[in-house]
């Protein structure tokens, strides 16, 4: 009995130590100690930046200016002190900080501006985040050592079924900022509509960004139901670089996603030669898998995707471009002659070694162009689907090894498949990630616990995972609200997934940290779920 005694207080005691080592910041960081005494942020405070900072200051200059409205100086011992010291590069690397704050004032240090803006954003948790005038704030003693697990934490945003628009984007942007994402992955073009201006080829969105109708209703994919009203529009380049220099003061990198050979009907309907079948004459208005894709086979298709390409290179600063690559519906090839004589000609085994084929011209493309490659899995060759055949998955081409591996589908052996192949991935496992999937199927509880690492992975190979993104596809999803109720609150679950390293994950002090968000979320009108943990039997 002693011994279960004893056993009970050594469990209490780690609880009690480990709870005195959080903070209520999500993501949890990765060293705290928490000490006596506070900080009073007054209207005498001010913030004190180098030179390098300061756009960073006047960032957090108007966080602040709800409450107070505090003046930016660039000397000083006291107050907010934002400083960059490359020499911490080594110890906090590209996004790590360190926040420091005690009687006397807040200091965060970084080695980069990136680092800067999260000890900022860690900053503003630490602080209520719903600021109202007041004649002071109050900053607990702490000291704060942090940088993310992962490089790469994404939320993924897909306007090809709905255009959410420009402001709803940024509402995004802010919201991933302050949970410390860093990737914006953007799907802009699918069969349901084609969202981005190309100069060169302006039908794409005059024609492919509208369509009459959308499927709805409860049965999903086999629904005949339809809204019965139209639905389109699309993003200037102008709004797009406005977009992108909104996420850049946000330290997030925009990906967008141009989708193929599939999904490409808005694409087709507006230009049918790119079609194999080529039948289109306008976006179709039921969602899902659809037959038609690329000729890959065209000469003209290449230098269109080239030309597509060249604009979307040209007008994001981020160095990766993600082409899809996903479902690709291989009858139309099939039942091409023309398909059929050219994988003869170059000695190719299946359609999808055609599509290898096809991927790796896209890829040398945007390799010669100093950008990288990114795919969904299918990329790879595998067959990741039942309704596949397995006979036409001999694959004999291989993949570019500068492609990012964008695992979605499939068993998480195809993980170790693909780091032990060379190839960097992202973990997006559907299974664990999808935001458009029902809380009954993934409550935050289940999010919060995937880790982008599968279990049993060589240690030797975990660089090679760059970390994890979660999917919000919007074919169920019309309207702003709809996409707000299933991307929060499991947004700040998969933030956690990418930042915080496994021995800080305590899931009973996230769900604690969480509730000052949701509060905050609230006032701030976003359409958070209320529903959102697994339901007790």
């Known amino acids: 009995m002693n011994k279960f005694k004893s056993l009970l207080i050594a469990m209490l005691v780690f609880q009690v130590s480990l709870f005195a080592q959080q903070v209520s910041v999500i993501p949890q960081p990765q060293k705290v100690e928490v000490s006596n005494g506070s900080f009073t942020l007054d209207a005498k405070t001010r913030i004190v930046t180098d030179k390098a900072s300061k756009s960073n200051a006047k960032f957090l200059q108007e966080i602040l200016s709800p409450a107070l409205q505090l003046k930016i100086k660039s000397k000083g011992q006291s107050g907010i002190i934002l400083q960059q010291d490359n020499q911490l590069l080594k110890e906090l690397g590209e996004e790590g900080y360190t926040l420091n704050s005690n009687s006397k004032g807040i200091i965060i240090q970084a080695a980069t501006q990136a680092g800067v803006f999260y000890g900022i954003q ?159 004459t306008e976006v179709p208005i039921k969602f899902g898998k659809l037959p038609d894709s690329y000729n890959v086979t065209d000469p003209r298709v290449y230098q269109f995707i080239e030309d597509v390409l060249t604009e979307v290179m040209e007008l994001f600063p981020g160095k990766t471009i993600h082409i899809g690559g996903d479902e690709v519906m291989f009858d139309a090839w099939k039942e091409s002659e023309r398909v059929q004589q050219f994988m003869k000609k170059k000695g190719l085994k299946s359609p999808a070694d055609l599509q290898v084929f096809f991927t790796n011209k896209v890829s040398n493309f945007i390799d010669k162009n100093q950008h990288r490659m990114m795919g969904w899995n299918e990329i790879l060759g595998s067959n990741v689907h039942e309704w596949q055949k397995d006979s036409d998955y001999q694959v004999k081409e291989k993949l570019a090894n500068s492609a990012i591996i964008h695992l979605w589908k499939g068993s998480l052996d195809l993980v170790k498949e693909a780091v032990t192949g060379g190839y960097d991935i992202v973990n997006s496992h559907h299974v664990n990630t999808y935001l458009d999937y029902p809380y009954s199927y993934t409550p935050i509880e289940k999010a919060y616990a995937f880790d982008p690492i599968p279990e049993g992975l060589q240690k030797q190979y975990h660089a090679k995972v760059l970390g994890s993104g979660c999917q919000m596809w919007t074919e169920w999803t019309p309207t702003n609200k709809d996409v707000e109720r299933q991307t929060f609150p499991r947004l700040a679950a998969y933030a956690e997934v990418g930042w915080t390293n496994k021995d800080r994950k305590n899931y009973k002090a996230f769900r604690e940290n969480l509730n000052p968000i949701l509060k905050y979320w609230k006032t701030i009108d976003i359409n958070y779920s209320t529903n959102f943990e697994k339901k007790k039997k």
């Not at 630490?126 to 704030?137: I, T």
């Not at 139209?230 to 850049?248: L, M, N, R, S, V």
Request: glycine fraction near 6%; hydrophobic fraction near 40%.
């Open 122 to 280: 860690t900053l503003c948790q630490l602080l209520p985040l719903e600021l109202s005038p007041s004649s002071e704030l109050t900053v607990q003693a702490v000291s704060i050592k942090d940088r993310p697990r992962f490089s790469w934490r994404a939320y993924m945003l897909d306007e090809s079924r709905y255009f959410q628009g420009k402001a709803f984007v940024k509402k995004m942007l802010d919201q991933m900022a302050l949970l410390k994402m860093n990737v914006f992955h953007w799907h802009l073009t699918d069969d349901a509509g084609w969202r981005i201006e190309i100069k060169k080829y302006p039908k794409l969105t005059k024609v492919g960004a509208f369509r009459k109708d959308s499927q709805v209703g409860p049965k999903k994919w086999n629904s005949e139901l339809l809204a019965g009203e139209p639905h389109g529009g699309f993003y200037t380049q102008k709004e797009i670089k406005e977009i992108i220099d909104y996420a850049t003061a946000r330290n997030i990198t925009i990906v967008p996603e141009i989708e193929m050979p599939g999904h490409a009907s808005a694409a087709i309907a507006a230009y049918s030669w790119l079609g194999t079948v080529g039948k289109l």
